[in-house]
């Protein structure tokens, strides 16, 4: 039973590079969610996606920041011009149709220097 | 927006005593409370949860119960263990099935 996957694990990078992390949800579910932790917060909403559309964006998904999800399967979120505020983990999670249970990868954790 | 405040910050407690962590959430149509652990380094795990039809659940050691007229939900720990020891988040959700998280409750089990 293979639970989300996120690659990398871990990323450093200088600021003002461009990142991109990918996750690989649970097989055959069809929702897909991107969150952001930063220590000693909760995961806080970033994006959602049901199947290959995108429909609901956080406020906190600046304009620096894209999300894709291109077949309904694997997604992917860039991060534009890195700056110091977007070091944090960034957390994917699945849920099957139909349900409301969410699971989540062991996550990305992003330090920009 | 959703609103979900959990208490306490921080519990210490000895092994075998039972632990309790509280939250209250401020959007009347949240429908679904799950409750996270989350270990150092790792992505928060799915331990219970309970929907808004439902009053209590228990599972094994840990249950969960809710008052929908409060507001407010709790996670019960019995017979607490070391590998308890983590940060527990409480969650709420609504609209479309996007979680609002709680500040998390760091546990420590003492043996």
């Known amino acids: 039973d293979t639970g989300v996957s996120q690659n990398p694990r871990h990323k450093i990078t200088k600021r003002g590079q461009n990142v991109t992390f990918r996750c690989d949800p649970i097989?055959?579910?069809?929702?897909l969610y991107w969150y952001r932790q930063t220590l000693g917060q909760g995961p806080e909403f970033l994006t959602y996606f049901q199947n290959e559309a995108q429909l609901e964006k956080s406020r906190l998904l600046s304009d620096r920041f894209s999300a894709e999800r291109p077949k309904g399967s694997f997604s992917t979120l860039e991060i534009q011009r890195t700056e110091q505020g977007d070091s944090a983990m960034y957390l994917c999670a699945s849920s099957p149709q139909g349900r409301t249970e969410a699971f989540f990868g062991q996550g990305t954790r992003l330090t920009v220097v | 927006g959703e609103n979900v405040e959990q208490h306490p910050s921080t519990l210490s407690v000895q092994e075998g005593d039972s632990a309790v962590i509280k939250c209250t959430y401020s959007d009347s149509a949240s429908n679904y409370f799950p409750w996270y652990k989350q270990e150092l380094g790792k992505g928060p795990q799915l331990i219970i949860d309970i929907r808004s039809n439902v009053g209590e659940k228990k599972d094994q050691r840990i249950a969960v119960t809710l008052n929908k007229t409060a507001k407010h939900f709790s996670l019960h720990i019995t017979e607490t263990q070391p590998e308890d020891s983590a940060v527990y988040f409480c969650a709420s959700v609504s609209g479309y099935s996007t979680l609002t998280f709680g500040k998390g409750t760091m546990l420590l089990v003492s043996p």
């Open positions: 097989s055959e579910h069809n929702r």
